[in-house]
């Protein structure tokens, strides 16, 4: 069973040789939908690709490799849309990286792969943060937050107003954020999310 599977991926990358294709990424297919994920949190990323390959390193970030000549059928999907692409990719230099991450089913050689490529990130759920606001001295200092590892290089104002978030440890009671002018809106950077809207005379 298993020399006739190799038979016929060898007869598959035979008749690649003698496709006319030109070099670069291909796009033959493309749709975008919206996606009906149940978990908005997720992203979720595979890949088949088929073909022949060279220059296959392996490390511990991960595996890397050359497409010189590649099949591959792609679909992504995030809480906002999905994405269906279907391509071929022939390359003399340009490498493709996979990280650890990333799990793999199928075929990997020196010279051939054929398989799937899975890649599945859960986006961290925002912390709540509790503050006091002081209008007169312009601060908010934290009340309260749920979890101990929350960074401050995690928190971004995207309002019109400024403000100095510290810059370093992790946030907790007690401290704070000063300055502030204007309307402060912080973000919670991993998810996008809106934590707290304050606004400064």
Request: include cysteine.
């Amino acid at each position: 069973m298993k020399i006739k599977i190799l038979g016929i991926v060898g007869v598959l990358l035979l008749i690649l040789n003698f496709i006319p294709l030109t070099s670069g990424l291909v796009i033959l297919q493309e749709q975008e939908i919206q996606s009906k994920i149940e978990s908005r949190g997720d992203y979720i990323q595979t890949m088949f690709i088929f073909g022949r390959i060279q220059q296959l390193q392996s490390t511990e970030e991960g595996i890397s490799f050359i497409p010189s000549n590649v099949y591959l059928f792609m679909k992504q999907k995030s809480p906002e849309m999905a994405v269906t692409y279907v391509g071929h990719v022939r390359s003399a230099d340009q490498r493709m990286y996979f990280s650890q991450e990333t799990t793999f089913k199928g075929f990997l050689s020196l010279k051939i792969i054929c398989g799937i490529f899975r890649f599945q990130y859960h986006t961290p759920e925002a912390p709540s943060i509790i503050f006091h606001m002081d209008t007169e001295a312009r601060i908010l200092t934290v009340m309260s937050v749920d979890s101990s590892e929350v960074l401050w290089t995690d928190l971004q104002n995207v309002g019109d107003g400024s403000c100095t978030i510290p810059t370093e440890g992790y946030i907790d009671a007690g401290e704070q954020i000063t300055d502030c002018y204007g309307t402060i809106s912080l973000v919670y950077i991993p998810s996008q999310t809106l934590i707290a809207t304050f606004t400064f005379p």
